[in-house]
Each structure stands twice: as structure tokens, then as C-alpha cells.
């Protein structure tokens, strides 16, 4: 089984909570500080795609954690094995035991999704693996306001997205991101 | 790619969202870890015993009802939250999921503090006092003028959140004060004095029902503005209700719900309203029937409505005469239809009322008020409404003659048990105001703040109540006392509906912070109203206003989920103005002098004010003032919202903070090319009234002549770039009728 995400592009409004939720949750930097400039790893983050122009413009608002691809590049490049894919439902993790902090790995991420924490070492999304073994959803996706993020195995999320147009994100690191808009 | 797992799709969707992932594919080499330096304090470092949990209601936003929390304790600290399940309104926002940043914030004030260097100098130099010397001081200085000058010259007003609204202002008619007031002012309130002149009740229009066929959103963002609320109309939409959204900037809410997007030019809704009725009357898609009976003054609207063609209102509004078409006939065809109203971007202008009404009008000649998947009323509010705890009825109106804002906004007065602050300044140099209490108030809501800031220093005393030291105001007071937050205090109720829901506090006050209601309580019994207000005694006065409905603070906190669900006396009905149920005389009709809506407004007319719901052009304007907007040819669009900032509050908190660090101005992307701008750079913002810096962002979210500014960064003060006009009938100011331009700094 392989875990990702659904993200309905229809949906999605990028109002922020998701990234929020995520550093609430797993307790992330910045703590104190709101000295402008000062950022914190994000493990979740919003985009803003735009393209055309008025009055034919458009924006796409994309939330992206880590994708947990089915050929992750950061655990190919750790030099120390500190990144590993589980066998059993496919989560890329850290091991806080084994990573140098030499970020490797996010150079190698085709979406900077490990990030480089205040401890030296990284540290990234891993689908609130303790909220799933409690039988609820990620922070991020049990937060969203418009009901566009979904957390799963592609299987069924697959199921939840037919009969929009959807697809898995291309790539050669194969995310496991499923990415939907209107029917 | 995996396009095998939905072979259903069509060739159109398929290529969209291909579209989707190639953008993204395009800006994925552009992501990087973007902050390897961190300040790495823990503010409330994690315990080991065990943790529990409670509720709360979040104050973040300034909206009522809340949206409810459920908060993680361990120790007596608080370490995490999430959105509560099986609670009305759900789920938080970025806002919401930062509470527990707010409540450890290291700058929280803590203490009671008088100020020992004189007021408005730029280190008040703060010293610590005890709560009883600041009630004494207080009771003092308030009593004394009572004495000398009357209590009427005590102004009490709240700004944010709502909460302290009903026992500030049982506080104010208590003491002898009609002066009371709130941040409505310039919020939402001008939308009400509009619809109470229309239709004799107030509100902004209803979410869609499972009936609603067509939903006309009016200049709402509610996926920013009101997030709770964004999942019941994308499913609104997946049901098959039509959308049609006014707003001058491609929001999220544009972008995922309109099937016609209105995009006006700021400040034209008045006149975008009325040629949708030249439309609706034109092709006789009105509800005729509703009109003949219920309607006051269709001729004269109709008459009114004959200039303002799709044509003539193109030109106005910049949107095209066959969009205003096909919206009419959308709206008034595709019964049953609701609206969906803002708190502000109608009302912020000096014609702010009549912008409104036009808009009113609208949807009066379609017939859907108070019908099944229309403009539906509560048929059974709950008798514990504030009515009889503020104490409005009982004295405050008795006192109107002693009101602030009588002679200069009768028309407010008339309607509003509130005063309209907006001439704090005149009413304090007239001798009006010459004391201030204030609970969570921030200059900076009004139009050339500073000019409220010197108000607020010339008063022989104020008092402020806030979370944190803003010197921004408080260098202008002589006194600031600490809130307890929305985890740290029981009061008040939140009530939804028929269900009650109460609270215990989730973790004890921080320093010597007390919550609001307890404040106020306090202070009444200090200024001699132990009676009145129960000795101080908070859940006292919750048990008061449960008195009507059998129930008691310690009854609903016995519940495990600390709610009771009051039932209805009987079941909702629709159409209450046939029923009698509206107008206080129980005659059937609605509560306007001539018993219908009013489109011409008897009030207004007494007042010897324009009747009808004319339009006028914004005070600066391409149109209204030609020659001025050749030197500042954007337009000042400022107020919107944004999803993680409430108006001046919540910079402090790194979460928010981190994803907006500075004062922005959005302009579009031809704008920007025209002034050599990309995303990013300082930008000088100036208009005739003076400049503020800030950084640019270039964005689709705005049309090509129009800016988007937010308010309420208090190094780049849009509102000081505002003039101090208001509007006759409701006060309100012209926050978006400005011209502008930016350029490099």
C-alpha cells in the first residue's frame, strides 16, 4: 500500500490553515519570534499559481506537503540512511538518530519538501503518522477549511476522486499526489 | 503518470488540470527550504504528565458566533489544538490554530500598568499597579466627572473581538451614560441601518439551503473572510446552485464558485445594483405579485432605473453590459435565490447606506424574503437575546437626547442603540466625551487615526483593556489593563440558534489577567453597583441571562459537552410578514412605517434625505474627480481581508507572521510592468493626503487600475490616507473611493 495525498485544485483556497494546523500540531518553529524574515521549517506550504491575464486570468492555489514519493530522491541521496521509505504504507521519515543535517536531501527534492530544523538537523512531513494510528486524519487535512485535502492510500483516494478530472502528479520521483479539478 | 485511474474524464478536464501540473512542475525548481535560521525559544516547553483536554470558542476573528476549539492540556499548559467535531461552526482557520502563540507570547500584557510620563510621548514608561488601585483610579475619575460634567460625558466602547459588547454597555446606561459604542462604526453596521430602513430587520442575506437555486455573493470573500462557512458553499455548488459574485479582485471565492463574476470597479455597487433592476424591470422579471403588495416606492425606482442601462453601466463599472444582462436574468429567473452580503465593501463609502439599499432593492423585486432557500429570518430567536442584559430598553433609550452622535447622525440614532464613534475627535473638542473606557481598541480603525490618537490623549482620562501593549493607541491612555484570553475565561455564552453552548476556562489567567466580563463586572460594583452587577460575580449575571430559558451556567456546565438545545415553542415558518410575526403590532407587514419594504424610505424622507437608493460616484474617482486622477490614477482599494490576519491584531504571532512579514499593495501585472515594478520590490503608496512604503505584490487577484490594500499595519497606516468624510445617513467613511499611485521606493 502507498499513502499520499488528493488535493482538489477546485477546492482549495489557499487560506493558509493547512500549514498552520501543521506546525500546531507538530509543535514547529518559529516559536516566539515574528521578527520579519524569520521562517520557520514548513512542512506543509501554499502556492499561488497564475496564468493569462484579466480578464482572462487565472489562480491556482496548491497545498503541498511532502509527497511521499514511490521513488523518493532524498532517500536515495542520504549519505547516512537516515531517510528511509516504510515498507508498509510507503511514508518517507527521518531518523533524528542518523541525519548529519548535510540536506541532500532537500537539494534533491523536486518540491523542497525536507526541511533544515533549528536542531540541525531535517525534519519533514511524515502524514501525522500518531494521528493515524489513533484513527484520525493529518492535521493538515482534518484543518481544511474547504474540504480539499485528503489523506489515504492512492487506491482510495483514487475512488474519491473519479469523475473529476484528476491525475497523479507526473514525475520521476512519483509522487503520491493526486491532483483534481472540475469534472 | 497515472491519467489509467480515470478513464472517465473528459479531453477539456483532462487538459486543465495537465495545466495544473506542468505550473506546478514550474515553480516546484523555485521551492527551497526558505528559513534555515530560527529563534528557537520554547515559550511553553512540553511537560510529561498526562494530557487532557477542553473547550473554547475562538476569538481570533471578530465574528459572532465562534468557531470551537479543542484544546490539549498538559501540566496546566497548553501544547496543542484542534478544531472541535460536532460543534456548529467548524473548522478554524490559520487564525484560530495560532491561539496558543497568542497565549504564550512573551510580550502579553500581564499586569495592570499606569503610565508615569505624560501621555503621547513615546515611552509612556508603564509601572505596575494592583487591580484594586486601578479600580479606584478609575471609579475616581469617572464618578468625578459624572459629578461635575454628567455620566453622559463617559464614552464606553469595545473593538475587538465582540465578546464584552453586552455588559460594557449594561455598564455604560448603568452609570447614566448613553454613550456607548463599538468598532461597528465603521464595520458592519451601515449594512444594518440599511436594511432596517428597507426591510425594518437587519442582516447581511442566508447561506444556501438545499432548495437554493441561485446564490448571489456580494462582494464577499468568504473563503478568507469567513473560512468556517467556505465547504457549505463548494458544496452548494456541487448540488447545482448557481453563483454570481460580485468583487473587483479574482478571489479563491471567484475562482471556485462564480459562474458569473461581476468584477466592478470599487466603489460603483450602488450603481452595478441599479442596472441590474433596469434589467430585472425591464424584461418584467420581477416578482410582481410580491411587489404590487409588499413594495413601497417600485414607480419611483423604476422611473429611477430608466438611465442607468447595461451600457451606461458598463462605462461605470468597467463590467460588460452583457454580464450585467445575463446576471439579471440569472438572479431573478432561478428561484428560489438567497444573497450572501459582506460586513464592509458596500458601506465603506460616503453613500454608503444607499449603495447598500440599492443592492437591497435588488433583491426585493425578486420576491425570495423569508421563502424556503431564500433570505430566510429565525422564526424562534431565543429569548435570552441581549436585549434585556444590555438594558438598552429599559434606560439607554430614555437617555437619547444625550447621545453624542444625535445631532449629526440622527438618522443612526434613530435606528442604533449604539453611538456612532466616528467623531470621537469633535465630540471631545466640544466637550461632548471627556472620559474613555475601551476594551480592545485600536486608533488605527479610522480614517486619519492620528487625529483619534490626539482625541483619545485630550480626554481627562481613558482606560484601555487589550491582550498586549499597542502603543500605537496606548501611548494615548493612562491606563492599560490584561485580558484574559478565549483559554482563560468562562464568559460569555455562544449561542447558535436554539443550542446554548458554555465554556470553563481551559487553563488558569497568565499573570494577573482577568476576563472581560469579570472587568466590567468589577468595575460596576467599584462605581456603586454591587446590585447591578452581582458583586463582580461573572457566572451570576450567565445565570441572569439563562433566567428566560430554565437554565443555569452550572446546569449546562454539568453537560459533558457544556451545551443545552433549547426547543423550539413551535415549528419555522416562512413569509412572517403575512403571518403578523415581524412588526411589534402583529399586524401583518414588515416593521417600516408603511408596514412594506421600503425602496423610497419614509425615514429617510422625514430626515429630508434623498428617499430613493441613488447612486453617486465615489469621492475620488476617474469620474468624480478627472484632473486628480491623472496624478493618482489607481484606485485605493483598501479593507479586504486576509486568511491569517485579523485587521491590526495577530503580527505578533510568528505563525501568522512568517507568511505576510511586511505591509503589502497588490497591483496587477500590467501595472506593474508599466511602472518598472516586479513582485517584491518597496513601493511608495501615495495619494493626495500623503505616502506610506510597503512592499509590492504583483498578482492576477487585482484588476489592471485598482490596488488591494489590508489595513491596519501600524507602519504603514493605509487609513491615514483616507479623509475624514463620512456618510450622512450611517457615519461610514470612504475606505474604498480613494485614487492612488505606486512607485518604486
Known amino acids: 500500500m502507498q499513502l499520499g495525498f488528493y488535493l482538489d485544485t477546485e477546492r482549495c483556497v489557499g487560506c493558509y490553515t493547512c500549514t498552520v494546523a501543521c506546525k500546531n500540531w507538530n509543535n514547529l518553529a518559529p516559536k516566539t519570534s515574528a521578527t520579519p524574515g524569520v521562517q520557520g521549517p514548513k512542512w506543509r506550504r501554499v502556492l499561488s499559481v497564475e496564468s493569462g491575464s484579466y480578464p482572462n486570468a487565472e489562480i491556482v492555489k496548491l497545498s503541498l506537503g511532502c509527497q511521499h514519493c514511490g521513488k523518493p530522491a532524498c532517500v536515495g541521496v542520504c549519505p547516512t540512511g537516515a531517510l528511509s521509505k516504510r515498507a508498509d504504507d510507503g511514508v518517507v521519515v527521518v531518523d533524528q538518530n542518523k541525519c548529519i543535517g548535510c540536506r541532500y536531501c532537500l537539494f534533491a527534492c523536486p518540491f523542497g519538501a525536507p526541511q533544515y530544523g533549528e536542531e540541525g538537523t531535517m525534519q519533514k512531513c511524515n502524514l501525522c503518522l500518531g494521528r493515524l494510528a489513533e484513527g484520525k486524519k493529518p492535521a493538515c487535512v482534518d484543518s481544511c477549511p474547504a474540504k480539499a485535502l485528503h489523506a489515504g492510500s492512492l487506491d482510495d483516494l483514487a475512488k474519491l476522486a473519479s469523475g473529476k478530472a484528476a491525475q497523479r502528479l507526473a514525475g520521476a520521483t512519483l509522487p503520491s499526489l493526486i491532483l483534481s479539478t472540475a469534472k | 503518470m497515472s491519467q489509467s485511474f480515470f478513464p472517465s474524464i473528459s479531453r477539456r478536464a483532462f487538459l486543465k488540470v495537465s495545466a495544473v501540473t506542468a505550473a506546478l512542475a514550474a515553480v516546484g525548481a523555485k521551492l527551497g527550504n526558505d528559513a534555515p535560521l530560527l529563534q528557537h525559544a520554547l515559550a511553553a516547553p512540553l511537560a510529561a504528565g498526562e494530557e487532557t483536554f477542553g473547550y473554547t470558542y475562538c476569538d481570533m476573528c471578530n465574528q459572532v458566533p465562534k468557531c470551537g476549539v479543542k484544546v490539549y492540556v498538559r501540566d496546566g499548559v497548553v501544547t496543542r489544538l484542534e478544531s472541535r467535531t460536532n460543534y456548529p461552526n467548524d473548522p478554524l482557520c490559520a487564525k484560530g490554530m495560532s491561539l496558543l502563540q497568542e497565549e504564550y507570547h ?81 464595520c458592519a453596521r451601515a449594512t444594518q441601518v440599511a436594511a432596517m430602513l428597507t426591510f425594518g430587520f437587519s442582516g447581511t442575506g442566508a447561506m444556501p439551503s438545499a432548495q437554493t437555486k441561485t446564490c448571489l455573493i456580494w462582494s464577499k470573500n468568504t473563503a478568507w473572510s469567513g473560512p468556517y462557512d467556505m465547504w457549505k458553499l463548494l458544496d452548494a455548488k456541487d448540488r447545482g446552485c448557481k453563483f454570481i459574485v460580485v468583487d473587483p479582485r479574482l478571489t479563491p471565492t471567484v475562482r471556485n464558485l462564480a459562474d458569473i463574476h461581476l468584477q466592478l470597479r470599487p466603489g460603483t455597487d450602488g450603481a452595478l445594483a441599479l442596472g441590474l433592476i433596469h434589467v430585472v424591470i425591464k424584461e418584467n422579471l420581477y416578482d410582481a405579485d410580491f411587489v404590487g403588495k409588499w413594495v413601497h416606492g417600485f414607480d419611483e425606482l423604476k422611473e429611477y432605473v430608466k438611465e442607468f442601462t447595461p451600457d451606461k453601466v458598463e462605462k461605470i463599472t468597467w463590467v460588460s453590459a452583457a454580464k450585467i444582462v445575463e446576471a439579471a436574468r440569472l438572479f431573478a429567473t432561478t428561484r428560489p435565490a438567497t444573497w450572501i452580503g459582506s460586513a464592509s465593501p458596500t458601506v465603506h463609502s460616503v453613500n454608503a447606506a444607499q449603495n447598500h439599499r440599492a443592492i437591497l432593492s435588488l433583491y426585493a423585486l425578486t420576491g425570495n424574503i423569508d421563502t424556503p432557500g431564500g433570505w430566510t429570518l429565525a422564526t424562534n ?74 482625541a483619545f490623549k485630550n480626554m481627562e482620562f481613558a482606560v484601555a483593556v487589550d491582550y498586549f501593549t499597542r502603543p500605537w493607541t496606548h501611548n494615548f491612555v493612562d491606563m492599560i489593563l490584561p485580558s484574559a484570553t478565549a483559554l482563560e475565561r468562562m464568559a460569555p455564552l455562544a449561542v447558535f440558534g436554539r443550542q446554548i453552548f458554555h465554556r470553563k476556562p481551559v487553563v488558569k489567567p497568565l499573570g494577573e489577567a482577568r476576563e472581560d466580563w469579570q472587568i466590567i463586572f468589577e468595575l460596576g460594583a467599584k462605581l456603586g453597583y454591587g446590585k447591578e452587577f452581582w458583586n463582580g460575580n461573572v457566572e451570576a449575571g450567565i445565570n441572569f441571562i439563562l433566567e428566560p430559558v430554565n437554565l443555569t451556567s452550572e446546569k449546562l456546565l454539568a453537560n459533558p459537552e457544556m451545551v443545552a438545545i433549547v426547543p423550539p415553542p413551535g415549528p419555522e415558518q416562512y413569509k412572517k410578514y403575512e403571518l403578523g410575526l415581524l412588526r411589534a403590532d402583529k399586524k401583518p407587514g414588515f416593521n417600516t412605517p408603511t408596514g412594506k419594504v421600503e425602496i423610497a424610505s419614509e425615514v429617510l424622507k422625514k430626515h429630508k434625505l434623498d428617499p430613493l437608493p441613488v447612486y453617486k460616484e465615489p469621492l475620488e474617482s476617474p469620474i468624480s474627480t478627472p484632473d486628480l486622477a491623472k496624478k493618482f490614477p489607481l484606485i485605493l482599494n483598501t479593507g479586504s481581508r486576509l486568511p491569517f490576519y485579523t485587521h491590526s491584531k495577530l503580527r505578533e504571532l510568528p505563525w501568522l507572521r512568517e507568511i505576510m512579514p511586511h505591509p503589502v499593495v497588490r497591483i496587477s501585472p500590467a501595472d506593474a510592468t508599466k511602472r518598472g515594478l516586479k513582485d517584491g520590490d518597496d513601493v511608495v503608496l501615495e495619494t493626495s493626503l500623503g505616502s506610506i512604503k510597503m512592499k509590492v505584490e504583483v498578482t492576477n487577484l487585482v484588476m489592471p487600475g485598482v490596488t488591494d490594500i489590508f489595513h491596519g499595519w501600524q507602519q504603514a497606516n493605509v487609513n491615514e490616507l483616507i479623509p475624514r468624510k463620512f456618510d450622512p445617513i450611517s457615519g461610514y467613511p470612504p475606505f474604498k473611493e480613494g485614487l492612488c499611485e505606486v512607485r518604486k521606493a
Not at chain 2, 116 to 133: F, L, N, Q, Y
Not at chain 2, 137 to 153: C, F, S, V
Open chain 2, 106 to 186: 512573551p510580550a502579553r500584557l500581564l499586569y495592570p500598568m499606569k503610565r508615569t510620563a505624560p501621555k503621547g510621548t513615546e515611552d509612556s514608561k508603564w509601572v505596575r499597579i494592583s487591580w484594586d488601585e486601578a479600580y479606584d483610579t478609575i471609579a475616581k475619575k469617572l464618578n468625578e466627572i459624572k459629578t461635575r460634567d454628567g455620566a453622559d460625558k463617559v464614552l464606553f466602547m469595545t473593538g475587538d473581538p465582540k465578546e464584552m459588547r453586552p455588559p460594557l454597555q449594561r455598564l455604560a446606561y448603568t452609570f447614566g451614560s448613553p454613550n456607548y459604542g463599538t468598532e461597528s462604526s465603521t
Open chain 2, 381 to 454: 430567536p431565543l429569548p435570552t437575546a441581549d436585549g434585556a442584559f444590555n438594558r438598552y430598553r429599559e434606560i439607554g433609550v430614555k437617555m437619547t437626547d444625550k447621545r453624542a452622535d444625535i445631532k449629526a447622525f440622527p438618522v443612526w440614532a434613530e435606528i442604533n442603540d449604539e453611538i456612532q464613534v466616528n467623531l470621537i475627535p469633535e465630540y471631545v473638542k466640544e466637550g461632548k466625551i471627556k472620559a474613555g473606557v475601551f476594551f480592545g481598541v485600536n486608533a488605527m480603525m479610522w480614517p486619519q487615526s492620528h487625529e483619534y490618537q490626539e
